[in-house]
């Protein structure tokens, strides 16, 4: 489970004035949900994402991961629990797609063998066969097996809490909609809790239990796509929806 209470973020901006990157969010995500954060660039999607992490410090307010503040928790404890995934998948260019996916494993100082085997393990479940691409490097793919690749790599240590930022924000419409058919597939597989990050309505909706919106720094609702269509609860929200629709897949 992932808890943020009264979460606020103020940056210094460029010229010494506050920026009030998030405000006062309070969210759960429970064991094995997927809440999909959504609202328009620089509304503090990444910023909140960044707190359960500890990639951000908040200004005030609390995060708990698995039921502990995550300020209470060793950093390196903490992120070894939590997968991370970037938009463009943020692999490393010069090593092999193996060598990506099995970073943290080597981190870990897992032998070579126990390694490889989880590598090619990984590789089968996000549908990259690793005979074909364990050898490659990121320049040899395209944007959907990178981003595979991405998350392979993020699963590696098996972690029980997974962040996405725009993880399929790069891809083009037809590959996204097979990403989203594998993702929700290795979702049931794998049960993760997840907090995935999107610009994209439609996106949400298909991937996330419930969505989150956000604007200027605050959740302005948060819940499946039925509360969303049938009771907004502003007419902000209402405006984004009408905004974000034709985004929105075929409805069914
Ligand atoms: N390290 C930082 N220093 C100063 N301002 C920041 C920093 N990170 C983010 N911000 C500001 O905080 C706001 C929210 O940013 P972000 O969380 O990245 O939004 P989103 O991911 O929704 O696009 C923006 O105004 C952004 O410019
Ligand atoms: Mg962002």
Not at 40 to 44: A, D, V
Not at 166 to 172: N, S, V
């Given at each position: 489970m992932i808890e943020l209470r009264g979460v606020s973020k103020t940056f210094e901006g460029p010229d010494g004035s506050a920026v009030h990157?998030?405000?006062d969010v309070d969210l759960q995500v429970a064991d094995g949900e997927t809440v999909c954060l959504i609202g328009?660039?620089?509304?503090?999607k990444t910023t909140t994402m960044k707190m359960i992490n500890r990639l951000v410090e908040p200004t005030a307010g609390e995060v708990l991961v698995g039921g502990r503040r995550v300020e209470d928790l060793d950093v390196i404890e903490l992120r070894r629990s939590i997968g991370y995934v970037i938009q463009s998948g943020g692999?490393?260019?010069?090593?092999s797609v193996a060598r990506n996916v099995g970073v943290l494993c080597e981190l870990e100082g897992w032998s070579k063998a126990r390694t490889r085997a989880r590598v090619d393990e990984l590789l089968e479940l996000v549908n990259l066969p690793p005979a074909e691409f364990r050898r490659r490097h990121p320049g040899e793919l395209s944007g959907g097996q990178r981003q595979r690749v991405g998350v392979a790599r993020a699963l590696a240590l098996d972690p029980d809490h997974v962040l996405m930022d725009?993880?399929?924000?790069?891809?083009?419409p037809m590959t996204r909609a097979d990403i989203h058919r594998e993702f929700v597939a290795l979702e049931e597989r794998v049960k993760k809790t997840i907090v995935l990050v999107t610009h994209d309505m439609g996106e949400a909706f298909a991937l996330g239990d419930r969505v989150a919106l956000m604007d200027r720094g605050r959740i302005v609702q948060v819940g499946t796509e039925e509360d969303f269509r049938d009771r907004p609860v502003s007419g902000f929200v209402e405006r984004f929806l009408a905004q974000h629709l034709e985004s929105v897949g075929d409805g069914t």
């Open positions: 990157a998030v405000r328009t660039s620089g509304c503090g692999l490393f260019p010069h090593l725009e993880p399929f924000g790069a891809l083009d």
